[in-house]
């Protein structure tokens, strides 16, 4: 099983509203990833947990609070986000952090309003 | 501040012929990966490439990692027109990417 689970496929949230994306593998992947990407233009990296302890965050907002409660699931718990948040929301994993390839999930489609 | 370069970021190919992406990056690193993405859709690896002068093919796709002159090549070859869709590079543990190149293949 190669793959990559994520949901929801769509959400829609208000600016004041509290909200959950969910990532899951089942690959036996040390290494998991959230990525961000606006229309037409590349993913950019948000967090990495490796064996479940976040490894990198690139200076996202606070609004934005990963988890990862064991090495399987990731969530992205979101709160007060702004329309310019709204995004495709990638989830990806890999066997470990360095050099491995990166399975990605079809993606969350974000749209605050 | 690590920058990833791709050109071109329009490519239009006629089917069956030649083509080749590249990716320039600005500081030192030996992994690099690409990618790509289906209009709509995720992303799907095509390629990791660990080492100075590592090589690696899939179908008619060659990449191809030069470190000390920090770039990477995407070759196609004799292209179909299933491989159009957009191609990333991204480098290093970041995960930088590069701005992707959007391919169309025609008859």
């Known amino acids: 099983d190669t793959e990559v689970t994520q949901t929801p496929k769509h959400l829609v949230m208000g600016m004041t509203n509290k909200k959950s994306l969910k990532c899951e593998q089942h690959?036996?992947?040390?290494?998991m990833y959230w990525y961000k990407q606006k229309a037409k233009k590349p993913p950019e990296l948000m967090f990495v947990?490796?064996?479940?302890?976040?490894?990198i965050n690139e200076s996202v907002p606070s609004r934005f609070s990963p988890e990862c409660p064991n090495s399987s699931l990731l969530n992205l718990h979101l709160h007060a986000l702004q329309p310019e948040d709204s995004a495709l929301y990638l989830c990806?994993?890999?066997?470990?952090?360095?050099?491995?390839?990166?399975?990605f999930g079809p993606g969350t489609r974000l749209t605050v309003t | 501040e690590l920058k990833v370069e791709q050109n071109p970021l329009f490519l239009s190919m006629q089917e069956g012929k030649n083509y080749t992406i590249y990716c320039n990056y600005s500081?030192?690193?030996?992994?690099l990966y690409w990618y790509r993405q289906d209009p709509g859709k995720s992303l799907e690896s095509l390629f990791v490439?660990?080492?100075?002068?590592a090589v690696k093919q899939e179908g008619r796709l060659m990449a191809s990692l030069d470190t000390k002159a920090r770039l990477s090549t995407l070759h196609i070859t004799a292209a179909v027109h299933d491989l159009s869709a957009t191609y990333f590079c991204?480098?290093?543990?970041?995960?930088?990417f590069g701005a992707g190149t959007r391919l169309t293949v025609k008859p």
């Open positions: 990806a994993s890999s066997q470990l952090k360095d050099g491995w390839e990166q399975y």
């Open positions: 690959m036996g992947h040390r290494a």
């Open positions: 947990y490796s064996y479940e302890k976040l490894s």
């Open positions: 500081t030192t690193s030996d992994r």
């Open positions: 490439l660990l080492s100075n002068g």
């Open positions: 991204a480098v290093d543990n970041d995960m930088r």
